[in-house]
């Protein structure tokens, strides 16, 4: 089981970035799928959540209408868009799997690696 999470960089305020989380080992048909990010200083929260099964979607209020999830089951991967972003966004972001509750509870089956997001003023 590995989750392969990509698409970060350097942007300026007010731009968009596009995260992937690639799957391999399983398929995301019975498993939720979630975003968290890490800002330096502080913990790591969760910022997303998309389950499979349902197509149910969790989003932590500060990112609400800027921040979009979704899945391609096809390419067993799960995307998350980022428009409007903001000095704050700035983190590492890392996609994991579990189920919805464990995701939201910050115990999810399995962490992937981080990709970082820098938003510049």
């Known amino acids: 089981v590995q989750l392969q999470a990509s698409g970060g960089g350097l942007v300026q305020a007010g731009g968009s970035l596009r995260l992937s989380c690639a799957a391999s080992?399983?398929?995301?048909?019975?498993?939720?799928i979630g975003w968290f990010r890490q800002a330096p200083g502080k913990e790591r929260e969760a910022v997303s959540c998309?389950?499979?099964?349902?197509?149910?979607?969790y989003y932590v209020d500060s990112v609400k209408g800027r921040f979009t999830i979704s899945t391609d089951v096809a390419k067993n991967t799960v995307y998350l868009q980022m428009i409007s972003l903001k000095p704050e966004d700035t983190a590492v972001y890392y996609c994991a799997v579990g189920s919805r509750r464990t995701i939201l509870t910050m115990t999810p089956y399995k962490w992937g690696q981080g990709t970082l997001v820098t938003v510049s003023s």
């Open positions: 080992g399983f398929t995301l048909d019975y498993y939720a």
């Open positions: 998309i389950s499979s099964s349902d197509g149910s979607t």
